[in-house]
C-alpha cells in the first residue's frame, strides 16, 4: 500500500517562508508527474506547480517566480519551497503522484492527506 505523507506545512508571516516535503512510503514501481495542489476554503482545488519525472516544471501563474517544486526520485519525494508568501496562498496543500505500483498494473492516482499551510497579514 503506497502513502503520500506531507510535512511543513503551518503558520507564517506573510513575506516569509515554508518548504513543503511528500514522502512517498510503500513499494511503488515507477512514479511519473508529480504535483501540489491546494484548497482554500469555498474554493476549489487548483494545481500550484507540477514536475515530471524528467524534471521539467509547470506553475500555475500566482506562484511562478515565489514557489519551487523539485523532487529526489531515489527518495521518491517531493519538495514545494515557497516563499514570499501571501495571505492569498493560505489553503490545505496536497501532494498528488500519477505512478504505477507494479509492472502489470495501470498507473493511478496518489494522494497525500493534506497539510494546512496559514499565511498572517
Known amino acids: 500500500q503506497v502513502q503520500l505523507v506531507e510535512s511543513g506545512g503551518g503558520l507564517v508571516q506573510a513575506g516569509g517562508s515554508l518548504r513543503l516535503s511528500c514522502a512517498a512510503s510503500?513499494?511503488?514501481?515507477?512514479?511519473?508527474?508529480m504535483s501540489w495542489h491546494r484548497q482554500a476554503p469555498g474554493k476549489q482545488r487548483e494545481q500550484v506547480a507540477l514536475?515530471?519525472?524528467?524534471?521539467?516544471?509547470n506553475y500555475e501563474d500566482s506562484v511562478k517566480g515565489r514557489f519551487t517544486i523539485s523532487r529526489d526520485n531515489a527518495k521518491n519525494t517531493l519538495y514545494l519551497q515557497m516563499s514570499s508568501l501571501k495571505p492569498e496562498d493560505t489553503a490545505v496543500y496536497y501532494c498528488?503522484?500519477?505512478?504505477?505500483?507494479?509492472?502489470?498494473?495501470?498507473?493511478?492516482?496518489?494522494w497525500g492527506q493534506g497539510t494546512q499551510v496559514t499565511v498572517s497579514s
Open positions: 498528488y503522484a500519477w505512478g504505477t505500483p507494479t509492472p502489470a498494473s495501470p498507473p493511478r492516482d496518489y
Open positions: 510503500g513499494s511503488i514501481f515507477n512514479i511519473n508527474h
Open positions: 514536475i515530471t519525472s524528467g524534471g521539467s516544471t
